[in-house]
């Protein structure tokens, strides 16, 4: 069946998705997205095998890693790639005003 | 404080544990290293990476469910929360959402000598963030803390004050210190408490507006910036006013809760399996293993203690310091004087220690060399003044204490005999002390014993002298 996001749905997406659109955009990501759900809807028509639900396309457990130390990276090579820095730092815009933080 | 209107405090505590490595990387696990400089593919999320789960978070999430008297999940999963924040570039954590590792436990604090449960909802495994630091319109990013293994546990909405709340940090703090899950240095961040606080007048009347404070630097501000809350929104219920769900922060300066943000709605982190770690089974065996390496645990410490004569407050100061406490513990199966051990461990080797800036597994005190030294005190052939004089020998040389008492010249004057010798001395060179005490003067008998004490340099044991002082000065 063919779905079609409400415009409101397409804002609220973008929103999480921190980026802007257009009027214009936001008619056409009512259809692309709606027409991405119908596809991805078509996995309900798979039949699960013995009830069990499955989180990934194979059956096998987690297996563990040992808890020892492996080769890190140079921080000189983690900060080339960012456009900014400072120091060691990436450096990004910023998010929230200065008296704010985020944890986890 | 008020009592018009009755709190409901729920508390989140973030707490890192304690692994060589990184919880999906093999990468190290550490604080205080230069910015960027413990990271690797995984942990800056490069495109491809792939996450491997290790082991030993595994134990110590089994290890701190175990004493949150939690039930622990047989078949477990991790959920993608996601989010687009610079602080994670994956865009999601890897978080337990579905299937926490642990689930219906409790903490037991003691309220004015009344136990009271304060019951754990779920505690789960999750990566930390990067840190991110914001500064002159800038954030700046460091990936170090990017996937150190956390756990967060989330109480009940059934702490009833802050007091409460803060009561339950603490015994928690105590709980997972001890069992080296993690070193809880709220000061550090390994340790990070969040709290939510709503007012209601009755208990049959439905929550209040849920308040949430985040990110409170310490187990005293907790209480502290839940009373301002508490004061906050009497006031603002007092007066009729709305408010609307809302993320707060303490700010110790101003010494109250500021806004950060009203709250966004639930659900917009879009949850799902993560698919790149299939399940996890925890075996009877890695249970069994886990709870093995749980050592004896504060509260089974101090009644040990007070069974072995301890006063509760020294009971109390010791399980404070936990290396005393362990080294004392390494003790139990030894007939020793505890008293005398406690009182050593806690006076003169504590001030030591902290005068040093040492810890006591950096002097060269072993369990022997500490019985030997125990023993002398107990049995009065070393006086507590004598402990103060060769500490530094016990605590900074190999020498065992009894070539440390003689290398010192301590002469262990404990007979009779002797000791009267050097009263008759003192009493002949102090006929005037003598006529003062014949007088009434209790005074003087502190002099002539301060005299005993300067001719034997203090090595006399003082009770035994003090009482054949008394018996000779009657005699005369």
Redesign the interface.
């Known amino acids: 069946m063919k779905k079609v996001l409400t415009k409101e749905e397409v804002l609220h997406v973008a929103d999480l998705a921190r980026i802007e659109v257009s009027d214009s955009e936001v008619e056409k990501y009512q259809e692309e997205l709606g027409k991405l759900l119908s596809d991805v809807e078509q996995i309900n028509m798979v039949e699960n095998y013995d009830d069990e639900r499955l989180i990934a396309p194979w059956t096998e457990e987690t297996k563990l890693r040992e808890d020892s130390e492996g080769t890190m990276l140079n921080p000189k090579e983690v900060i080339e790639n960012a456009p900014r820095r400072a120091g060691n730092y990436i450096a990004v815009p910023v998010v929230i005003s200065e008296n704010e933080s985020e944890g986890a | 404080m008020n009592n018009n209107y009755i709190p409901t405090i729920g508390i989140e505590v973030?707490v890192e544990l304690k692994?060589?490595?990184k919880i999906f990387?093999?990468?190290?696990n550490g604080y205080g290293q230069?910015?960027?400089?413990?990271?690797?593919?995984v942990d800056?999320g490069y495109p491809g990476t792939l996450p491997?789960?290790?082991?030993?978070?595994?134990e110590l999430a089994i290890k701190a469910a175990t004493v949150l008297n939690c039930k622990i999940r047989r078949q477990m999963?991790f959920d993608r929360k996601?989010?687009?924040?610079?602080?994670n570039p994956k865009n999601y954590?890897i978080t337990q959402a579905e299937t926490p590792i642990g689930y219906d436990g409790y903490v037991e604090i003691d309220l004015d000598g009344e136990k009271k449960k304060i019951y754990i909802e779920e505690m789960h495994i999750?990566?930390?963030?990067c840190k991110?630091?914001?500064?002159s319109?800038?954030?700046?990013?460091?990936?170090n803390r990017a996937g150190v293994p956390?756990i967060?546990i989330v109480t009940k909405p059934c702490i009833s004050s802050p007091l409460e709340a803060k009561l339950y940090l603490e015994k928690l703090k105590e709980l997972l210190f001890y069992t080296d899950v993690s070193d809880c240095k709220m000061e550090e961040g390994s340790m990070?408490a969040?709290a939510n606080i709503s007012l209601r007048k009755n208990e049959s009347d439905p929550l209040g507006t849920k308040v949430e404070i985040?990110?409170i630097g310490s187990i005293s501000n907790v209480k502290l910036s839940l009373e301002k809350e508490w004061e906050r929104q009497t006031k603002m219920l007092d007066n009729n006013e709305y408010f609307k769900e809302q993320t707060r922060?303490f700010?110790d300066k101003k010494n109250d809760t500021?806004l950060?943000?009203v709250k966004e709605t639930g659900n917009?982190y879009?949850y799902f399996?993560?698919?790149?770690?299939?399940?996890?089974?925890i075996t009877d065996e890695m249970i069994e293993n886990a709870k093995k390496k749980i050592p004896m645990l504060p509260d089974e410490r101090k009644k040990v203690y007070i069974e072995k004569n301890i006063p509760e407050v020294n009971a109390k100061k010791l399980v404070e310091h936990r290396e005393l406490s362990d080294f004392l513990n390494s003790l139990l199966d030894k007939n020793v004087d505890f008293v005398v051990a406690c009182n050593l461990l806690l006076g003169d080797i504590s001030a030591y220690l902290n005068k040093e800036e040492k810890k006591l597994s950096e002097t060269t005190l072993t369990k022997e060399k500490f019985i030997e030294l125990v023993n002398k005190v107990s049995s009065k052939e070393i006086s507590s003044k004598n402990v103060k004089d060769i500490l530094k020998d016990v605590l900074e040389t190999e020498l065992s204490i009894k070539e440390i008492i003689s290398k010192s010249g301590i002469k262990n004057i404990s007979d009779d005999e002797t000791i009267n010798k050097i009263i008759d001395k003192i009493i002949e060179n102090n006929q005037e002390s003598v006529k003062d005490y014949k007088d009434g003067k209790d005074r003087a008998i502190k002099y002539l014993m301060g005299q005993v004490m300067k001719e034997t340099k203090g090595s006399v044991n003082p009770e035994k002298a003090m009482n054949l002082l008394k018996v000779k000065l009657q005699s005369i």
Do not use: C, W
Not at chain 2, 34 to 41: D, I, K, P, Q, R
Not at chain 2, 52 to 58: F, G, M, S
Not at chain 2, 132 to 135: A, C
């Open positions: 973030h692994t060589n490595t990387s093999n990468s190290k230069m910015a960027n400089s413990l990271t690797n593919v800056l491997t789960l290790n082991e030993k978070v595994i999963h996601n989010y687009f924040y610079p602080d954590q999750e990566e930390d963030t991110s630091t914001h500064k319109g800038k954030t700046y990013l460091d990936f956390l967060e990070r969040d985040k990110n922060r700010d500021v950060m943000r917009d879009r399996p993560e698919p790149d770690i299939p399940f996890v089974y």
